[in-house]
């Protein structure tokens, strides 16, 4: 069942669309710097300044760009549809009578989620490689703490940052899940999950709500930051990781709270 639903995620046009249309970013981002003539002045976002001196810099901008808006709104489509794209068609009671336990579709739709999670991070960063190596001079990497490290140790960095950034969304994706359970109208949910990913980032930029800050999901999503010294600072991916992790457990039960007495033969 996870091997098809994968299949079924990336055999989707809009799946790809999506996907590409991340990639365009650093692309974008990359093509921008390459044709103006007029240093940025530290204008922008951060490391823009050294995308031109190396272009192992335009996946880590790519990044920050993505991570605020682009990533969470695909992400939001893909969780928004887990449950209430298969309610909406009315193949969801189809996939119970297979049979297949309810907790286990649960699991499995979220698996999935997470892996696209995973999958449209790694674009970015591979789309900012590519499109770096391409168009600007690619060579050893000074990090943030002055260190100077060689080509293979900065895309090392960057497999990490990848990592993170997949780890950051899926706390988007276990209340995105949860709140596809609520309705049988997909693009409700996604319009939904879209607009609490925004929220969160709002609330978290408000100094009145600083007791807030640790309990949103959006609070660790840039310390992907403290890869990129030396040595590496673990204590963001960890925090990261617990509050993901967080999320997972208790939006995970909701939903299956919610599923389990969902009425799917209406």
């Not at 709104?73 to 189809?94: C, H, Q, W």
């Not at 276990?174 to 049988?184: E, I, K, N, Q």
Request: proline share 5%.
């Amino acid at each position: 069942m996870l091997r098809n639903e994968i299949v079924l995620l990336f055999r989707r046009r809009r799946t790809w669309a999506m996907l590409l249309a991340l990639g365009a970013v650093p692309v974008l981002i990359a093509v921008a710097v390459r044709l103006t003539s007029s240093p940025t002045n530290g204008h922008g976002p951060p490391f823009l300044d050294q995308v031109a001196g190396n272009g192992l810099f335009v996946a880590i901008t790519g990044m920050l760009v993505c991570i605020p808006l682009f990533l969470p709104l695909t992400v939001a489509v893909i969780a928004g549809d887990t449950i209430a794209g298969e309610a909406g068609t009315g193949t969801l009671r189809y996939l119970l009578t297979a049979p297949v336990s309810r907790p286990r579709l649960l699991l499995v739709k979220f698996t999935v989620a997470a892996i696209y999670c995973l999958a449209a991070a790694l674009m970015v960063a591979v789309c900012g490689l590519g499109i770096g190596a391409l168009l600007f001079p690619v060579g050893p990497v000074s990090l943030l703490s002055g260190t100077t490290i060689s080509v293979g140790a900065a895309l090392l960095r960057v497999g990490l940052i990848v990592v993170y950034v997949g780890v950051s969304l899926l706390g988007l994706a276990a209340v995105g899940l949860f709140v596809s359970t609520l309705t049988d109208v997909p693009v409700g949910a996604m319009a939904a999950i879209a607009l609490l990913a925004v929220t969160a980032q709002i609330l978290g930029q408000l100094p009145q709500l600083e007791w807030l800050h640790p309990w949103l999901f959006t609070e660790h999503w840039l310390g992907f930051a403290d890869l990129l010294r030396d040595p590496i600072r673990w204590t963001s991916f960890g925090q990261n990781a617990l509050l993901q992790g967080g999320y997972l457990v208790v939006f995970g039960a909701l939903a299956y709270g919610r599923f389990a007495s969902k009425n799917v033969l209406s």
